[in-house]
């Protein structure tokens, strides 16, 4: 935390004694102090803008639910460009960046994440390190990221012609965002009250592709006949995903191919997909 500067004093008034004629060397005193890493530890939860961390170096989330930093207050006066703040999650909850396109007050207190994405920091284990910029635009910039561990979200589940619904059954996708290549997990595990929809399925993705190009090693296990048949998967757009299944010729899977679905069949898909 910076320290305020306050002159020495000149003992006789003549300007050549006392410790007048040394405020040089206070003053560099005082910026080898302002060099020391300080902390700061938050406990807010949801959604945070022009978050006050007290000018500190390390700013410690132990939120017990989610927080969300639509921003941060920009560097205190007197500014020092290259002001960092390294930001480590430590609580129970997932800590979010919004990205500066997501608004959220003073332009100068906004976060530019580098993907046009929220990104998220696992709770406990993520942490991220900030640069404010006073060059280009004043703003926040995120120079690395580490997720620190796999972040869960339910994928939607539809079919072409209507939607399947998991019921009872399990639906969970996974991510872990390194940089701007995001690494991606899904599981189905059909349920008894599982229903199966019509039509061809996809998966949405849990952010956004830079195109629609890539493929997905994926397995599909037909669980009452105990045959697995191996699939590939591919992006149909930059939300979503589907799978084709072993056949001749491969055919896409769906409710009744390449097995007919039903309670504890599963569908794997697992790969690696690109943020613009």
């Avoid at 700061?40 to 969300?68: E, I, K, W």
């Avoid at 090693?217 to 992006?235: E, H, K, T």
Wanted: proline letters at 4%; a negative charge; charged letters at 15%.
């Amino acid at each position: 935390m910076a320290i305020t500067r306050t002159a020495w004093t000149d003992d006789d008034g003549s300007g050549l004694t006392g410790t007048l004629i040394n405020n040089a060397e206070k003053t560099s005193l005082y910026d080898q102090i302002d060099g020391r890493w300080s902390e700061v530890t938050t406990t807010l939860t949801g959604t945070q803008n022009a978050l006050d961390f007290s000018q500190a170096d390390v700013l410690y989330c132990n939120n017990a639910t989610l927080l969300t930093i639509g921003s941060l207050l920009a560097p205190a006066s007197p500014v020092k460009p290259g002001k960092r703040l390294m930001i480590v999650s430590v609580g129970a909850g997932q800590v979010d960046l919004h990205d500066v396109t997501a608004g959220s007050g003073t332009a100068a207190n906004r976060i530019i994440t580098g993907s046009s994405i929220t990104i998220s920091l696992a709770p406990t284990f993520g942490r991220v390190l900030l640069e404010y910029d006073d060059t280009f635009a004043d703003r926040w910039r995120v120079i690395a990221h580490e997720q620190g561990d796999w972040i869960t979200y339910t994928p939607t589940w539809v079919g072409s012609g209507s939607n399947p619904a998991i019921g009872d059954g399990s639906l969970v996708g996974r991510y872990y965002l390194r940089g701007k290549v995001v690494d991606l997990q899904i599981l189905v595990v059909a349920g008894s009250t599982t229903t199966y929809g019509t039509g061809t399925y996809t998966w949405a993705l849990p952010l956004t592709a830079a195109s629609a190009f890539g493929t997905f090693p994926a397995w599909i296990l037909d669980n009452s006949a105990g045959a697995a048949y191996i699939g590939i998967g591919r992006l149909f757009s930059t939300t979503t995903v589907g799978v084709y299944g072993t056949a001749n010729p491969a055919v896409q899977v769906a409710a009744t191919s390449p097995v007919t679905f039903a309670v504890n069949d599963q569908i794997w898909i697992s790969g690696t997909y690109r943020l613009a």
